[in-house]
């Protein structure tokens, strides 16, 4: 079997684990209450909505790349789990910064909220919108924690760090932005504890740990981290510069929110005409001009520079690292098209 057929193989086992998990809870809770069906879909709609897989992919590369089983299932449930912790994050920061689109479609918040309105409820649709959608995060949480909690020791030590690192980066990213702090280093710290632990580093030592290899997490940490920050920051660009048809939700959310993202901390330290820009929703003009000053300052090319040298940072990291040689070609590869996607 390929290398391709295995990693494959791995991922579609984990959607299968994942298919399996929601479609017996949704079974089990309809037959309590029918509102419960909406309830548990909201986590299955954002779960199985075109996502890419990316933090399972990693827990089942640093399994294997750490010479564990592929047809491991311990390292399947954590991979599963991984990604219906995504789905809480999503769907707390979809609340958070009050977003209509995520993947293309409306947000469970704002679905809700018009599901209330439509039906002429009690109460504030907005808040029974973002009601639902908190809790439907709370469900996928549990859900990811119920699939590991067999896990042993080492692993279980990663997961719980996980846990609390997003968290944690959740709280200051609103805190800071709340504020209006322009610290390009602790917006980078931010972005790393928010996302780039849970999106990559954590998930490798995750898969490590169950391999039997803690050894190895110096060195997934050291591929994990500047490749998790390559990530966020390519994120920021996204907003700031993608095509909502691409990306399947608002671009320029960051400067609507006063997101405070290493981008515009860095922008509004450079450049008077920014800091005015951004202390004000940008709409669209604004957000145009944003873009505009962004370049011409050359912030969005030191982001670039920046993004390219932290994947050099990452594949050194891995390239003399005692791993299954045919998976670090693949972290090495991997590299390229997490720091330089479109969406």
Known sequence: ???????????????????????????????????CAAFVDTVTAI???????????????????AGGDPGE??????????????????????VLDDSPLRRGAVTAHERHAKDHRARLLRGEPRRYGEGVANLAADLAHVYADRLTRTLPAAARAVWDETRVEVTVGQYLDIAVAAEGVADPELSRWIAVCKSGRYTIHRPLQLGA????????????????LPLGEAFQLRDDLIDAFGDSEDTGKPTG????????????????????????????????????????????????DEVEQRIAHLVDQARRAVADAPLVPRWRTELTELTTRVAYRDR
């Open 253 to 300: 959310l960051d400067f609507d929110r006063f997101k405070m993202s290493y981008l515009l901390s860095l922008a509004v330290r450079r450049d008077e005409r920014i800091r005015e820009l951004a202390a004000a929703p940008a709409g669209p003009e604004g957000a145009a001009r944003m873009r505009e000053l962004l370049v011409v300052t050359g912030v969005a």
């Open 1 to 35: 079997m390929s290398d391709d057929d295995v990693l494959t193989r791995s991922l579609d086992d984990v959607q299968r684990r994942i298919d399996t998990v929601l479609t017996q809870e949704s079974a089990r809770w309809t037959a309590v209450d029918p509102r």
């Open 209 to 224: 740990a169950l391999a039997g290899r803690p050894d190895l997490a110096d060195v997934f940490e050291g591929y994990g």
């Open 47 to 65: 779960t199985t909505a075109k996502g890419k897989l990316l933090r399972p992919r990693f827990c089942l590369l640093g399994h294997l790349a």
């Open 73 to 94: 299932a311990q390292a399947v449930d954590a991979a599963a789990a991984l990604e219906l912790l995504h789905s809480f994050a999503l769907l707390r920061d979809d």
